[in-house]
């Protein structure tokens, strides 16, 4: 609605909105969802056009290094 809109308009005014462009590393991604203190963050094509071209979250950032460490694991246990 009107209010929603305005109300979102103000906030960007006040200060710039945090997103991700595609170009990033996941490691700088990582730090900015941390400096922020978000859980994902919208990532634009661009930061002029600000289209949206998708959302990455911090599990996202995290599988995988859990898929590595899940394969690292398993050579570990084989080996012995």
Known sequence: DLRTAMNVERVFERRSPVFALPTETCRL??????VHSL???PVVADSKSMRLVGIV???DLVKPSLT???????KERFRR
């Open 57 to 59: 979250s911090r599990s």
């Open 68 to 74: 590595y460490f899940e394969e690292e694991h398993k």
């Open 29 to 34: 991604v990582a730090t900015r969802l941390a």
């Open 39 to 41: 859980e994902r963050l």
